[in-house]
T-cell receptor, first 110, second 115 residues
Framework: RKEVEQDPGPFNVPEGATVAFNCTYS??????FFWYRQDCRKEPKLLMS???SGNEDGRFTAQLNRASQYISLLIRDSKLSDSATYLC???????????FGTGTRLLVSP | SAVISQKPSRDICQRGTSLTIQCQVD?????MFWYRQQPGQSLTLIAT?????????ESGFVIDKFPISRPNLTFSTLTVSNMSPEDSSIYLC????????????FGPGTRLTVT
């Protein structure tokens, strides 16, 4: 089983839609969780950290469910510029190593 | 977040040769990492670059193939040695500062094609 699993998509949504991605992780001892965004042919950029209490940044909301070992990302009022690949990242086993999921591709259309 | 630059941004190399990639950060950082992202894949950690000592390599990566230097807290190099077409990939430098909870930032990457 992969340490971090994501649905690769693509998720095709119209502008203004709400879309949610889930990510599951296998290591119950994981402590830190993140969502990164990666545009085509660009480096990953940190979108937000995911806290135990959940957190919101504008149109983006991240949630952590430790009991079920998954994290989620909700995007409201989707914009064309939200089209990208969203990477789920978990601090895995070993000393300070981050583990990246394979990413979920989002395509927002007019 | 730190500003990270990498050189070269891209290169096309012949098999059997070596390429050294440079990573420069505009501030001192605690940790520096080198990742590889092959086409259509996610990121794979190659090694952690340790200042003043040998890098810590992940399973499947060895020092002879990917020698790494980190002479100070703002600079590191990764060399891809004796290249083959399978080494064609994007190589990314990543840094983590002294604060934060393991938040990491990435350089723009070096796109390597081996012919």
């Amino acid at each position: 089983r992969k340490e971090v699993e994501q649905d690769p998509g693509p998720f095709n949504v119209p502008e203004g839609a709400t879309v949610a991605f889930n990510c599951t992780y296998s290591n119950s001892a994981s402590q830190s969780f993140f969502w990164y965004r990666q545009d085509c042919r660009k480096e990953p950029k940190l979108l937000m950290s995911v806290y135990s209490s959940g957190n919101e940044d504008g149109r983006f909301t991240a949630q952590l469910n430790r009991a079920s070992q998954y994290i989620s990302l909700l995007i409201r009022d989707s914009k064309l510029s939200d089209s990208a690949t969203y990477l789920c990242v978990v601090k895995g086993t070993g000393f300070q190593k981050l583990v990246f999921g394979t990413g979920t591709r989002l395509l927002v259309s007019p | 977040s730190a500003v990270i630059s990498q050189k070269p941004s891209r290169d096309i190399c012949q098999r059997g040769t070596s390429l050294t990639i440079q990573c420069q950060v505009d501030s001192q950082v605690t940790m520096m990492f080198w990742y590889r992202q092959q086409p259509g894949q996610s990121l794979t950690l190659i090694a952690t670059a340790n200042q003043g000592s040998e890098a810590t390599y992940e399973s499947g990566f060895v020092i002879d193939k990917f020698p790494i230097s980190r002479p100070n807290l703002t600079f590191s190099t990764l060399t891809v040695s004796n290249m083959s077409p399978e080494d064609s990939s994007i190589y990314l430098c990543s840094v983590r500062g002294s604060g934060g909870i393991y938040e990491q930032y990435f350089g723009p990457g070096t796109r390597l094609t081996v012919t």
